[in-house]
């Protein structure tokens, strides 16, 4: 193929996908006042949930297979580029102080590296071949899930490295905001939020990447739930890290518990400020070293610890 007629060909693709879909009836929406076009956007929005609601089913298979690999100790690992590398980064970064993951257990990749959170990285985006080198740099194993993330569902990054994880045995998820996408047909479980053309043309940070955020959330939120990293809608794996954290944790221990000021700050006190432990403390009316063998037997079920403490 020429250099002259790759473009073309790339211009003859953008074509075809819903996210890059010109809109006519937005044609002169710079003439418009700023309520109305915040109007429109707002109303654009309200569209995404919906469109992600058609794909819960995909959505909750994909978390049940993510679970019960990272159970057996495996790590979660988004790979995407620009925007969607972004928000992959972005949810790996919240799991340890959310979750107490340990490190690397959540892990974004981002083409490009670092650097690309805050600028842009020429043709980073267009190596499957970097990928590939970035998850061998992770020393990939069929423990882990690779998410590639794009919303085209055509980059060549997210594509690489899904189909470089699935040489390793890794499970594979695809999500993209296109229908019949090449990533989500190179993973094991594909995942296409399609919410149609976006306010400006081709600016797949908008509704793409809101549905990509609501999926993530959900992707990571529910493993953890399924992990038992949560009683009830409790984090109880807080880590307690800054002066708000630690107010938290003392309110979960509350909410949790239902005892007084002195008997929860006695209990994390017990337990060095971990919420599980000074939770079974105070349930299960034990010490602080019993609480910990309890939850290392349970792998860190709080329902489960209780349970053994009951029994």
């Known amino acids: 193929m020429t250099s002259a007629s790759r473009p073309r060909d790339l211009l003859t693709e953008l074509e075809t996908l819903t996210t890059e879909a010109f809109r006519p009836e937005l044609a002169e929406i710079d003439r418009l006042p700023t309520l109305e076009i915040a109007r429109l956007m707002n109303g654009e929005d309200t569209t995404v949930p919906a469109a992600v609601t ?178 009830g809608n409790l984090m109880v794996d807080v880590r307690a890290s800054n002066e708000k954290l630690r107010a938290r944790s003392h309110r979960i221990v509350a909410l949790a518990t239902g005892a007084d000021d002195q008997e929860i700050e006695e209990a994390l006190a017990a337990t060095g400020g971990e919420v599980k432990h000074a939770i079974l403390t105070i349930l299960a009316g034990v010490d602080g070293p019993t609480a910990a063998r309890l939850l290392e037997e349970s792998d860190g079920r709080l329902r489960a610890a209780l349970a053994s403490a009951a029994g």
């Open 54 to 231: 058609r794909r819960l089913p995909e959505i909750a298979a994909a978390i049940d297979a993510v679970a019960e690999r990272m159970a057996r100790g495996g790590r979660l690992i988004y790979a995407g580029a620009g925007t969607a590398g972004r928000l992959g980064v972005l949810d790996a970064s919240e799991c340890p102080p959310t979750f107490n993951t340990r490190p690397g257990q959540v892990v974004g990749l981002i083409a490009g590296g670092p650097d690309a959170m805050v600028t842009s990285v020429e043709g980073a985006e267009d190596s499957g071949d970097l990928a590939g080198a970035d998850l061998d740099a992770l020393g990939l194993t069929a423990h882990d899930t690779v998410v590639g993330v794009s919303a085209s569902g055509r980059t060549p990054y997210a594509i690489g490295a899904v189909a470089h994880a699935r040489t390793r045995g890794a499970l594979t998820i695809g999500l993209a905001c296109n229908a019949d996408s090449a990533l989500a047909a190179a993973a094991d479980h594909g995942i296409e939020i399609v919410v149609g053309p976006e306010l400006l043309t081709g600016s797949t940070r908008l509704k793409a990447g809101t549905a990509q955020k609501l999926v993530l959330n959900m992707i990571s939120t529910i493993t953890m739930i399924r992990l038992g990293k949560t009683y």
